[in-house]
């Protein structure tokens, strides 16, 4: 008799982690699993110019994705607040566009509704204060030729979602880091 009910308490443990892997992988329990789902870089015409997601999206959804974030943002002006909730196509119920708009780029963060907007908008002033350290006044295409380093910024401040850092002095310190490790090789 134990040893059924150690094979039924088994087999139910089993589908339970299935099933709460599945709705981490499709964003269906987003309640449970709070964090940034992407950030995107647009610029003026619609081009992305950097995508980062942190949930598995196949590659057709993250393009319609862009297309839909960039038709959201590009309609509002910008004297209006810099959220928008409730964007219908990404996977997960309870998603929102933080954004900045830039001169020719739109830097946006795509978050749980659990995230601090003014929090998210603090991150993008450092992500975009950072760029402009690292480039000296930061443009579009710097963000194509050194994409390597953009990538290299972003995962110092945010990795699988989470925020990591938040000091511009320390993101710059792990760049120069990463510099003269490359020189040295």
């Known amino acids: 008799k134990a040893t059924v009910s ?34 995107l870089i647009v610029n003026n015409h619609g081009k992305a110019r950097l995508l980062k997601y942190y949930d598995k999206l196949s590659y057709d959804l993250q393009q319609s994705l862009v297309g839909e974030v960039f038709r959201v943002i590009s309609k509002r002006s ?46 993008v002033q450092v992500f975009v204060e950072t760029l402009d350290k690292c480039f000296e006044e930061v443009c579009e295409l710097d963000l194509i030729f050194h994409s390597d380093k953009v990538h290299y910024i972003l995962d110092e401040i945010i990795m699988g979602g989470m925020v990591l850092e938040t000091s511009k002095e320390v993101i710059l310190q792990s760049l120069e880091g990463l510099s003269a490790k490359k020189g040295k090789v």
Request: charged content about 35%; hydrophobic content about 30%.
């Open 6 to 39: 150690v094979l039924y308490w088994a087999c139910s443990h089993t589908k339970r982690r299935r099933k709460r892997k599945e709705e981490y992988h499709t964003g269906r329990n987003s309640k449970r699993y709070k964090m940034i789902k992407g950030v």
């Open 78 to 123: 910008d004297e209006v607040c810099n959220f928008v909730e409730g964007l219908k196509s990404w996977p997960g119920k309870e998603t929102k566009l933080i954004y900045r708009h830039y001169a020719t780029l739109y830097f946006v963060f795509v978050v749980d509704d659990c995230e601090s907007e003014l929090g998210i908008l603090d991150l």
